[in-house]
Structures are given as structure tokens and as C-alpha cells.
């Protein structure tokens, strides 16, 4: 039997300055698609998003501006899916996390790229007008810690499930800082995230009227593709103003919907994201014995065009 396709994009924690920048050299798909992005994005922001992305700072400065990550991050993984359309290689499925949801419903057709460009940059305008300063880290250990340091965890919330042994966590930044420091001491790998919002925490709820305003003024069309969202896991049903508040208010739980997939069967998940988390992420869940595979497209270590044509021979060599 073939193997349906899932694409995944990621959210905010997997961007960073030159994210696709070989494609956007050496793709002229990639090259495009960004080119067209870039026009649209620029009169709103008022200035070049690819000026930002690929001549201003090298990738081990932290990206971190809600104003440019959010647009980045849509525009470098809908660049990524056209890649992958280009190749031949059609998806079945669309997983989004966090903001990727809201990437995922312009790759699905229901929202216009405009529209999902303004929303995105809308949406980065009232969290840093509307909501205090947070901090974002993911920790590499069990969630049951958090039971065993109630006194650590006591000012910072969960807002993301990964995998069993990966969370993520948000507070106002002196509450992760401690949190981070603590953890050091104790041996648990933690990694302060570049976002400086609160999402998937009461810290955003200010602009949540305004948030689904915002999506009462757009068009939104049927699917062409369906999407299963790692808010709800399950597949999403209507897109309206709810669902969207829904996307970036509730915490995400990726670990229970990549489980609820792999119980009807095998898939080839494949990650639009820059980073490669998401395929990480779904590795970590395949049983030993899966017939499902998680690949990444790029990563921040380079070598993207490489690694876009040894996807391309993988999937063209198990096509059943």
C-alpha cells in the first residue's frame, strides 16, 4: 500500500537569520516564490523581509523580532511546499505547529498567501503592542518533572508537548531564567527559545478579540488539502476565528496527534520547516518496527540544496 504524504511546518523557536538561503540562491522555484513573498511583505513592514533574512546578520545571532519572524517563517516554508510541488511530490496531509497552522491554511488553499502574509504581521503588531515581554524554553526531560520541582515550574506554564522527553515552557523572562539556571544545576538540558511573546499562555490574551477580527475580515476558502492540527489533534474541520485563537492560545500537543496518526497507519511525514524540529520530533515516536519515515528538508547547518535532492531520491525510490 503507498504511503501517504504529511507535510509539517513549524513555528515560532525554528527560525534563524539565512534560513533558506541556498535555495533562494540556487532554486529558482524557491527564488520565486520569496521574490513574490518579499513584494507583498515589504509595503507592511517597510522594509525588505529578504534584506532581513540574508544580508543583515549571520544565523548565530538570535532572530527574534515577531514583526519579521512571523512573515519569515510563512514565507520560507509556503517557498519550501512549492519546492516540493515542483519535485512532484504531492501532500495528502498538512500538520501545522503553532504559527504553522496558520502556514498550513494558506498551503492548503483556504486562505490567499496575502491574506495569510497580513494576518501573520498583523497578529505580530498586537502581541508586541498588546501583551508583556515572555520567554519560551524547551527542556529536554519528562513532563513529570514538573511534578518533582513544583517550586521551579510554580510561575511558568507548558505550552507545548513534543515527545516524551521534550516540552516546552513559557513565563515572563525572569521566571525562565531561574527556571533555566535551575535546571543547569540539576543536569537537565534546557534551551531558552528566540521568542519574546507568550503564546499558549494567558500572557496573549489582551488581543484575542482583536486577533479574531482579524480573521472575520479575510476570505476563507474550502481546503484542498486537509489539515490536522496538533492543537486539537484531529483534523480540522472548519477554519473560523476560534479555530485560528485556538492555534496560538492552547497548548500544542504534537506528541498525542503524531500518535494518533501512527494507530491508523504508515506515513512519510516530511518537515517544510527550516530547522528540521518536526522530523526530529516524529523519529523520536516511530516504534522500532514502523513502516512510517520523518525527513527533514533543510537545516541551520547548511547544505540545502543537497539535502532537498537526497529527499527527492528517497521518496522517488519508496513510492509504495
Not at 519515515?293 to 528517497?314: C, H, W, Y
Request: net charge negative; charged share 20%.
Amino acid at each position: 500500500m503507498k504511503r501517504e504524504n504529511i507535510i509539517m511546518f513549524s513555528g515560532q523557536g525554528s527560525q534563524y537569520y539565512q534560513m533558506g538561503r541556498e535555495l533562494y540562491e540556487n532554486n529558482a522555484v524557491f527564488s520565486y516564490w520569496m521574490d513574490h513573498c518579499n513584494e507583498i511583505i515589504a509595503p507592511l513592514i517597510q522594509t525588505s523581509l529578504v534584506e532581513i533574512l540574508y544580508r543583515q546578520e549571520d544565523k548565530s545571532k538570535p532572530f527574534d523580532r515577531l514583526l519579521y519572524t512571523n512573515p519569515a517563517l510563512l514565507c520560507v516554508e509556503y517557498c519550501q511546499f512549492k519546492v516540493l510541488k515542483e519535485l512532484g511530490i504531492q501532500a495528502d496531509y498538512l500538520i501545522g505547529y503553532s504559527l504553522g497552522e496558520l502556514i498550513a491554511s494558506v498551503v492548503s488553499g483556504a486562505v490567499s498567501l496575502e491574506d495569510g502574509i497580513r494576518l501573520v504581521i498583523n497578529i505580530a503588531r498586537l502581541a508586541e503592542d498588546k501583551t508583556p515581554p515572555a520567554a519560551m524554553m524547551a527542556i529536554m526531560d519528562s513532563q513529570s518533572i514538573i511534578s518533582k520541582y513544583p517550586d521551579l515550574f510554580a510561575d511558568c506554564r507548558c505550552t507545548g508537548t513534543n515527545f516524551q522527553e521534550n516540552f516546552v515552557v513559557c513565563g515572563l523572562p525572569p521566571a525562565i531564567q531561574n527556571l533555566h539556571l535551575n535546571l543547569n544545576k540539576i543536569n537537565i538540558i534546557s534551551l531558552v527559545l528566540p521568542v519574546k511573546q507568550g503564546f499558549h499562555a494567558e500572557f496573549i490574551d489582551p488581543m484575542e478579540a482583536e486577533v479574531k477580527q482579524l480573521v472575520k475580515n479575510i476570505n476563507i476558502s474550502d481546503m484542498k488539502i486537509p489539515i490536522i492540527s496538533s492543537a486539537k489533534s484531529e483534523i480540522v474541520k472548519e477554519l473560523n476565528e476560534d479555530y485560528f485563537w485556538e492555534v496560538i492560545r492552547c497548548p500544542v500537543n504534537f506528541e498525542f496527534t503524531i500518535k494518533r496518526i501512527l494507530e491508523v497507519g504508515d506515513y512519510i511525514f516530511i518537515d517544510s520547516g527550516p530547522s528540521g524540529t518536526l522530523s526530529t520530533f516524529v523519529k523520536y515516536m516511530l516504534p522500532s518496527d514502523s513502516g512510517s519515515v520523518s525527513l527533514p528538508m533543510i537545516n541551520q547547518f547548511g547544505r540545502d540544496v543537497i539535502a532537498i535532492e537526497k529527499l527527492k531520491t528517497f521518496l522517488f525510490a519508496n513510492v509504495s
